[in-house]
């Protein structure tokens, strides 16, 4: 079997950054309807320094191997597969074995407990795969499988977005600018709320009608902005306290999609805010692999092209770490 590079992967055996090895990754062939994928990109998600930090309390067996998302090409398929050829380029999906409608139990999470993308070589189930888009490079579209897919599901599968419709989205983050470019692909009005001054211009050049520094009355201007009546859909990524103020901006019947937990794990919010507001409010945990392929050929259909803030190569993984562990303007990838 031929492969390009040396097999590795990084490890954990124990949590904690500083616990993080490269280790050999022998390469075994793939079993009846399993793929042999060759990684061309892995794209971090701040869960992933979660999970490297203390596992997010999951029940994760040491040693394991972190990184959720990737991209990259076919080397093998097993005994039984129809959906992918050698050669063809894949990612995978977020969540193995959910393919659609209501969330299965028992779908297997990628990068803890599930198997890991920090490696040159992953062998995966062919169902807990996805065409990659046509017109992206291996990198952009390793961004889709959690990024990517959050910001679709949350605004478009779950929501119904359209045109003329207003979002409200939290921080310059990969989830962020996809929900930032994906309303505005879908007519939608824009604003960002943001704590940085210097990434207000750079929101501004991807669509954003408004970028709203954080330590502002941002709700008061959402409202002023939309005439009063408030946002369509709000995309919280920050949470704690963040979250009442997310309400507030909120029209009537609007729907908040929490996200992340920035600002803490524990929601704080108004009853009159909810109550009054009629507001609707769902967790979103990324998405399903139907989700998926449908927002794989929209990124082909539109040109969408992900906010990529830097790639780091495959042994330059702690720095990328800490690239967004600092805060990043789009998507963090490493490169095998």
């Known amino acids: 079997m031929q492969h390009t590079t040396a097999p590795r992967r990084w490890q954990l055996a124990a949590f904690g950054r500083d616990h993080l090895e490269q280790t050999a990754a022998p390469l075994r062939d793939p079993g009846p309807g399993q793929l042999l994928v060759q990684v061309g990109a892995v794209a971090l998600n701040y869960r992933d320094l979660l999970m490297v930090q203390d596992g997010m309390g999951l ?22 597969v129809t959906r992918f050829a050698v050669g063809d380029r894949v990612i995978n999906t977020f969540w193995g074995g959910w ?70 989205v939290h921080g310059t983050g990969g989830v962020a600018l996809f929900g930032l470019q994906l309303a505005r692909l879908h007519g939608a009005r824009v604003f960002v709320v943001t704590g940085s001054e210097d990434k207000r211009t750079q929101v501004l ?29 709000v995309l919280e990524l920050a949470g704690g306290p963040a979250f009442d103020r997310s309400l507030q901006a909120a029209r009537q019947g609007g729907r908040v999609s929490v996200v992340g937990m920035l600002g803490g794990a524990t929601l704080s919010a108004s009853f009159y805010a909810m109550a009054l507001g009629r507001v609707t409010v769902q967790g979103i945990g990324v998405g399903h692999r139907r989700a998926l392929e449908d927002l794989v050929r929209a990124v082909d259909a539109t040109g969408l092209q992900p906010a990529i803030a830097a790639t780091y190569g495959f042994d330059e993984l702690p720095a990328a770490l800490a690239h967004l562990e600092r805060g990043a303007f789009g998507k963090v990838v490493v490169t095998p």
């Open 205 to 233: 050049a991807l669509g954003a009608e408004a970028a709203l520094l954080r330590d502002s009355d941002w709700p008061a201007e959402v409202r002023r902005l939309t005439g009063g009546r408030g946002v369509d859909h």
């Open 59 to 80: 029940d994760v067996p040491l040693p394991f191997t972190p990184g959720s998302d990737m991209a990259g090409t076919v080397l093998a398929a097993g005994p039984g």
């Open 99 to 168: 393919i659609d409608g209501a969330w299965q139990g028992d779908a297997v999470l990628m990068g803890g407990p599930g198997p890991g993308m920090l490696a040159t070589h992953v062998l995966i189930d062919a169902s807990w795969a996805v065409a990659a888009p046509a017109a992206l490079s291996l990198a952009e579209a390793s961004t889709l499988p959690c990024a990517g897919l959050t910001a679709w599901f949350a605004l478009v599968e779950t929501s119904g977005l359209r045109a003329g419709d207003a979002v409200l």
